[in-house]
């Protein structure tokens, strides 16, 4: 279950960096090159960074998939999923509808 929300978090941060309009872009993009639905977004680059920079974002992590956590961390995502998903009997449920 964390690794789902590891990833989750990863695609919706990714997202973001991405804005609206690029995200259309390659969607649209990726329907015409016939990809999975699930992988239609590259990881955001942020370019040349300063190694200090590089650094500091890269002590907050990645998904599996490559995006970055930053502004969160494993432990931060971590912290939340288990105060907000646990269910009777001790496990975490993810439903979206909640």
């Given at each position: 279950m964390l690794d789902h929300c590891f990833?989750?978090?990863?695609?919706?941060l990714n997202a973001s960096?991405?804005?609206?309009r690029n995200l259309a872009r390659q969607f649209r993009e990726s329907r015409e090159r016939g990809a999975a639905l699930s992988d239609w977004t590259p990881a955001f680059d942020s370019g040349d960074l300063f190694a200090d920079d590089a650094d500091t974002l890269e002590?907050?992590?990645s998904s599996d998939h490559g995006h970055r956590l930053f502004p969160l961390n494993r432990?931060?995502?971590t912290g939340l999923c288990r105060?907000?998903?646990p269910r009777p009997g001790g496990r975490m449920e993810f439903n979206s509808r909640h």
């Open positions: 990833n989750l978090t990863g695609r919706y960096r991405w804005g609206a002590a907050f992590g432990a931060a995502i105060q907000v998903l």
